[in-house]
């Protein structure tokens, strides 16, 4: 069975700095997604940036980004200038390829942005 | 472009009593939809999905249930709410075999 684990229940960084969220995960699949959700307070789930496991360039959105490794089965993501919006929850998810489409979710990080 | 809605945003129910949350999605067809459920400081737990109308596949037993009466609306139902059903409520849908984006959520206390 796959597994998502975040190490990181919190972190907090002053504002415009630059800040790595890690994840890593667990499966013997070759094929599949990841994902980055952001749930700020109002606990809307929004989605941050995806990635596909058969693409070795690594995604990027504006000022998001994750490090992709493979082999290591490690999908950090890296916010850059870091915002005052960017305080949320942040959930890092697995999906199988050709599954019945479910994602694994990681428990969430806490991302505390200071002014 | 797509749109998702839940209602109601907020629901307090006393314990017994039924629920009916509803999730409508716009401007796709044929959507895979999904329901969960998400404790306070939790990560989501996968309670239903549904491929198509009238086909739905249940991850957790429990006392909920869930219904595609039409393409685009999914249902989460309850005859008798119990207090550990409280939680936040996303439905999600998705482009096979794709990216889940979420609703706004229904936050449910049972008292």
Known sequence: ?115 | SQTIHQWPATLVQPVGSPLSLECTVEGTSNPNLYWYRQAAGRGLQLLFYSVGIGQISSEVPQNLSASRPQDRQFILSSKKLLLSDSGFYLCAWARVPDTQYFGPGTRLTVL
């Open chain 1, 1 to 115: 069975a796959q597994t998502v684990t975040q190490s990181q229940p919190e972190m907090s960084v002053q504002e415009a700095e630059t800040v790595t969220l890690s994840c890593t995960y667990d499966t013997s699949e070759n094929n599949y997604y990841l994902f980055w959700y952001k749930q700020p307070p109002s606990r809307q789930m929004i989605l941050v940036i995806r990635q596909e496991a058969y693409k070795q360039q690594n995604a990027t959105e504006n000022r998001f980004s994750v490090n992709f490794q493979k082999a290591a089965k490690s999908f950090s993501l890296k916010i850059s200038d870091s915002q005052l919006g960017d305080t949320a929850m942040y959930f890092c998810a697995f999906m199988k390829r050709d599954s019945n489409y479910q994602l694994i979710w990681g428990a969430g990080t806490k991302l505390i942005i200071k002014p």
